[in-house]
């Protein structure tokens, strides 16, 4: 018998996983069920398509993102879908898993998940593994980055940014701070932007998270030049400064709630706490967030920030170390 342990990383947007042999995947959390007869012969018949699959054949699905601000929906469609997405990515990563063979696997989630949607989760994994930690996700990236020193880790993922500080044992639960003004948040203010000074261009989500992710900036930067559809007319439009207005309405509330976690530890290590921020999660690749975070600190004092260099596996490859590391008797406890 083998015993595999994971790591998984359960966001909104997308859901990441590493494993004890090496493997990492990640794939978009949704599940795309047929509209009708011609959609399942599209399929070849399968019931459903799953991650960036059901994203290509959207048109011809009912699309489920059964997460919303970084935890399951509480209603049976979403419980099933998250299942589905867990599922097929437990078995894309551990491909050799026999009958006998176990699965111990840590799961991230927000840092402030209420206790019932943990109860959720755990009972929905007992079908897919053997035992299940439920993890804080800005804890799952320090500990796999080794640091238990005074620190802060704000994970920005698409349903919420999680900041939690750290000082060298479990957080509680006022080490910890949810927001929901995260990437989806970001989305959101993008497309009302671009509509508005450009009402009759379209958009679809795709389209807006592409741009994100290419183009989305804090600091100076070139000029963003993107090509979108009007009227299905192609044409080239400036979104630099539009760009750059939406991405800071992401700093204030991080630099308000790093304060709010500073203002409240012990006086003595609050100068070392502000001073080692590490930006995490997806939202850390917006070109000059660390600075533009620092910058809005100095209303509070001053910090020094730095982006973390995995943001895709992050919290997936520190959930691994936490699933490896810990102790039988914690599995129950966290």
Known sequence: MTTYYAGIDLGTSRTSVATSTGVRLTTMSVVGYPKDVISKKRLKGGDYLLG?????????LNMVWPLEHGVMKEDESSIKATTLILRDILAQAIPDKKGTDQIYAA?????????????ILINLCSSLVNKVLIVSEPFAVAYGMDRFDECMVVDIGGG???????HGSLPEEGDQITLTTAGNFLDSKITE??????????????????IKEKYGYVGISEKVIVKLTEKGIPGD?????????????LTDPICKAVQSLVSTFDADFQYLLRNNVI?????????????AVEKGLEAYGGGNVECTQDP???????????????????????
Request: aromatic share 6%; glycine share 10%; with cysteine.
């Open 279 to 291: 930006i995490a999660g997806g939202g850390s690749r917006l070109r000059g967030i660390d600075r």
């Open 107 to 119: 799961i991230g989630v927000p840092a402030q998940a209420s206790i019932q949607n943990k109860k």
């Open 312 to 334: 895709e596996f992050g919290g997936a490859v520190g959930a691994l170390q936490m699933a490896l590391e810990m102790p039988e008797e914690y599995w129950a406890k966290i």
């Open 52 to 60: 960036q699959e059901a994203l290509k054949n959207r048109l011809a």
């Open 237 to 249: 439009y400036d979104l630099t400064g539009l760009l750059q207005d939406c991405c800071l309405q």
């Open 193 to 210: 932007a671009i509509l508005g000074q450009y009402p009759d261009v379209q958009l679809t989500p795709q389209i807006i998270q592409r």
């Open 160 to 166: 919420t940014v999680d900041a939690c500080r750290i």
